[in-house]
């Protein structure tokens, strides 16, 4: 597991649509990054308002904030507000301002974000939003709500597998980057255990029998199709047009030997 010593400290923000959505599948991750001297955050757009049949909104959104608080607590990150309700996830002008005005003031090194592609519209709506507001974090013209001032620093997104490893048309979608997180496995499982309120949930409503034997299950998964974690988090780099130097790689490097990076798939990237 990498160390602090002779690491320049970055900042990392896990970010995603729902309350639980960053422990299924990027807490490894950012629980790795935090033992190389990261400074950690952790925000969900959305508040959970919708995950489940007994409790008022009210109640609900209280109960989820508590959990997420717990889990954030585990992981030593700091936890930012949702903006919206469940599946008010919007790719628009308002709530785009105010999702930029969350990353300017972060001002993050490394965003790890939900997937492009994946089964729900809030999940990939949090995608664009958090993708834009990185881009335009250093537009003096493009106004934040709250106003925060540009930023003037590099940025890489890494955006984490869809739930299943399969976009919304059942296609498969292979990492490029594979992570080694059995030495954090623990903490990982705690983590998403602090949501206690969803594990009947999502069980009822989506049919995810055995909420955190679900995601040990995906992270098996993804470690095998590595062919040499036992378990792994996966994870495809976004663009660095708009966003940092030419073959900038936070991940790799404050990661080292957790990482590895499929030359296949970066191959497959190349044009003929």
């Not at 106004?143 to 001032?149: L, N, S």
């Not at 890489?156 to 980057?177: E, K, Q, T």
Request: a negative charge.
């Amino acid at each position: 597991m990498p160390t602090t010593a002779d690491k320049q400290q970055l900042t990392v923000l896990a970010a995603a649509a729902h309350p639980d959505d960053i422990e299924f599948g990027m807490a490894g991750t950012l629980l790795l990054l935090g033992a190389s001297g990261a400074e950690l955050h952790m925000w969900n757009l959305a508040n959970g308002s919708c995950g489940t049949a007994m409790l008022s909104k009210d109640e609900i959104v209280k109960v989820r904030r508590q959990e997420a608080q717990r889990s954030a607590d585990i992981a030593r990150a700091e936890l930012h507000e949702p903006l919206v309700d469940d599946f008010q996830i919007y790719y628009e002008p308002d709530l785009l301002a105010k999702v930029a005005a969350v990353v300017r003031s972060i001002a993050p090194d490394i965003i790890l974000a939900p997937s492009p592609d994946d089964y729900m519209e809030d999940h990939q709506n949090a995608c664009r939003l958090l993708v834009t507001a990185a881009f335009v974090r250093g537009m003096r013209n493009f106004e934040t709500d709250p106003p925060v001032d540009p930023i003037d620093k590099d940025v890489v997104i890494y955006h984490a597998m869809p739930h299943g490893l399969c976009d919304s048309m059942r296609r498969m979608v292979r990492p490029g980057y594979y992570v080694d997180i059995k030495d954090v496995l623990q903490r990982k499982r705690l983590m998403l255990s602090a949501h206690q309120s969803q594990a009947e949930w999502l069980d009822k409503s989506q049919g995810m029998n055995a909420y955190v034997n679900d995601m040990l299950d995906m992270g098996r998964l993804v470690g095998n199709i590595s062919g040499r974690y036992e378990y792994a988090e996966g994870w495809r780099r976004h663009s660095l047009i708009g966003f940092s130097g030419e073959d900038t790689d936070p991940l790799k490097n404050l990661l080292e030997g957790d990482c590895w990076i499929d030359p296949e798939y970066e191959r497959s990237l190349i044009r003929s």
